[in-house]
């Protein structure tokens, strides 16, 4: 009997990734090469190898790029200072921020505004957690904390007990925050909650699909890079799960002796991984394992976010 491969519903791409490489295309498109970067503008190779291969340049810095050049901001948005020293010198930028990251900036600005203390879920370096720690009004009146794990949340001080909001990070695992938001609820009583999770709804149905999956499989491959903050959770899941996991961004990163182990295998792939790698992965292994590909869940996801008006 042949093996089967189940693929994950929904998986891949989501609405901000979308936008995000749209508007680096279209730019392209309207301005010719090159188009300037802040940044990987989503957490994939293959996606930012294409990029390149059209006349994209991917910087860190805004220092590096030259006068009257076309700007981009990546997915995961950037500081209040980078964007106004983008102004300053006058570049023609455009805005690539997914969306459902600007609501946390607004979150942040807003509950700085109400002279609250702030602390944020997330993990440090993520160009993410950056931007949003950069959007913070600097004043007396309040701070910024980042808290990274369950340890951190029950050691953490803070001086306005009574005045204190969470924000978090999108990408993140959905049950590992839901602990850490219990244990600062548990400790400051009157803390300020997202009337809706920031966790993007992208992030959790993929997180949603993969712990089905784990039920059902022993081996679960997720198409995503290294430095993917939501593929690394979706790979971190499966395991908790009970579930053999690995993340790869191409066919010939997997270990094919220790594939024949498997009975069950499912595919599944963060949200800045493209379908055609999906696809191209899935049906490499059909061929080596002579397995059947079978489509698992649905993918209700409708959600559609609106280019910059200058690039429609």
Request: charged residues 25%; negative net charge; proline residues 3%.
């Given at each position: 009997m042949n093996k089967e491969i189940k693929l994950a519903n929904p998986r891949g791409f989501c609405a901000g990734v979308d936008r995000a490489i749209d508007i680096v295309n279209k730019a392209l498109d309207i301005y010719g090469a090159p188009v300037y970067v802040k940044h990987e503008v989503v957490h994939n190779k293959v996606v930012v190898n294409d990029l390149k291969d059209r006349g994209a340049i991917f910087v860190e810095e805004i220092s590096e790029i030259p006068d009257d050049s076309v700007v981009i901001f990546s997915a995961h948005g950037v500081s209040s200072e980078v964007e106004e020293m983008?102004?300053?010198?006058?570049?023609?930028?455009f805005d690539a921020t997914c969306p459902l990251v600007t609501k946390v900036h607004m979150e942040v600005r807003k509950h700085?505004?109400?002279?609250?203390?702030?602390?944020?879920?997330?993990?440090?370096?993520?160009?993410?957690v950056e931007g949003t720690m950069g959007r913070h009004i600097n004043s007396g009146n309040s701070s910024i904390f980042l808290v990274q794990d369950e340890n951190e949340a029950e050691k953490i001080k803070i001086n306005k007990k009574d005045h204190l909001a969470v924000v978090t990070q999108t990408t993140l695992s959905v049950d590992e925050?839901?602990?850490?938001?219990?244990?600062?609820k548990r400790r400051y009583p009157d803390i300020v909650v997202p009337k809706k999770d920031d966790i993007c709804?992208?992030?959790?149905?993929?997180?949603?699909?993969v712990k089905q999956l784990a039920l059902e499989s022993d081996y679960i491959i997720v198409v995503g890079s290294k430095n993917s903050s939501n593929s690394n959770r979706l790979k971190e899941l499966a395991e908790k799960c009970g579930c053999k996991?690995?993340?790869?961004?191409?066919?010939?990163?997997?270990?094919?002796m220790e594939l024949k182990k498997y009975s069950n295998i499912s595919i599944t792939a963060g949200?800045?991984?493209?379908?055609?790698?999906?696809?191209?992965?899935?049906?490499?292994l059909k061929q080596h394992l002579d397995a059947n590909i079978r489509e698992h869940g649905e993918d209700n996801e409708n959600i559609y976010f609106k280019m910059p008006p200058e690039l429609r």
């Open positions: 983008t102004k300053l010198r006058n570049l023609n930028y700085a505004k109400a002279s609250r203390d702030i602390i944020l879920i997330g993990h440090e370096g993520h160009p993410e925050t839901k602990s850490i938001i219990d244990i600062l709804y992208a992030t959790q149905n993929r997180q949603d699909a996991s690995i993340l790869i961004d191409e066919f010939l990163d997997l270990d094919f949200a800045s991984a493209p379908e055609s790698k999906v696809i191209e992965i899935a049906n490499s």
